[in-house]
């Protein structure tokens, strides 16, 4: 499925009006991953698609609101990862994959490493992505931004940093960077293919959309 401006995409997992709002101020096409039809409609989002194995949504008559319908019986990976493996955009938004049950909200950040697409999640607090290889965020000076390795990481160089990056060696069961902040209302990324999450506030959803497109 190629589209050409960003996609929203909706899981199952917990769902505010705040988020769906949001996302939808960057994203044209809704497509839901399974289960996540039934919580789109409960926002009136127009669906576009549902992909999934089909466990988790009762297609019966619904098919003209929940647009086309794609089964994937695979069950070595999840709905999350059945819509990457499908949709080919600049940008895919997901709301619905952050919180709630903790196994589902690891399986979401183990897909963002896995796939190495241009997705952003966005929670309830926070939004998540996997760090490109150069990031240019504008964001007022002290914005919180963290930084969680999924893998053994080197060789990230970052400007404008309270406590840069370069030079680091991160790793989940060694040394990570959380609660860091921006020290200048530029930040510069830089990432040579490290499994790095960038962690930052909902609110800079906007500044970190600008900054992939740098």
Not at 34 to 58: C, H, K, N, T
């Amino acid at each position: 499925m190629k589209f050409n401006t960003p996609v929203l995409l909706v899981g199952n997992g917990p769902l505010e009006g705040g988020a769906v709002a949001l996302a939808q101020e960057f994203s044209q096409t809704v497509i839901a991953a399974d289960g996540g039809a039934a919580a789109a409609l409960r926002y009136d989002l127009p669906l576009a698609a549902v992909i999934g194995d089909m466990d988790s949504v009762d297609q019966g008559s619904t098919t003209g609101r929940y647009g086309k319908f794609t089964r994937i019986d695979d069950q070595d990976t999840t709905d999350f990862e059945k819509c990457l493996s499908l949709i080919d955009a600049p940008l895919t938004l997901g709301i619905g994959f952050l919180g709630g049950r903790l196994d589902h909200e690891l399986a979401a950040l183990n897909a963002l490493v896995r796939h190495r697409q241009p997705v952003v999640l966005v929670g309830e607090v926070d939004l998540v992505f996997l760090l490109p290889a150069s990031l240019s965020l504008s964001l007022p000076v002290g914005t919180r931004l963290s930084f969680f390795p999924m893998g053994p990481v080197a060789g990230v160089e970052s400007e404008g940093l309270a406590w840069a990056l370069n030079g680091r060696s991160l790793g989940p069961a060694a040394l990570i960077s959380t609660s860091n902040r921006s020290a200048a209302p530029l930040v510069e990324l830089r990432n040579p293919g490290q499994p790095l999450l960038c962690i930052l506030p909902r609110e800079t959803l906007g500044a970190a959309l600008k900054g992939f497109k740098s």
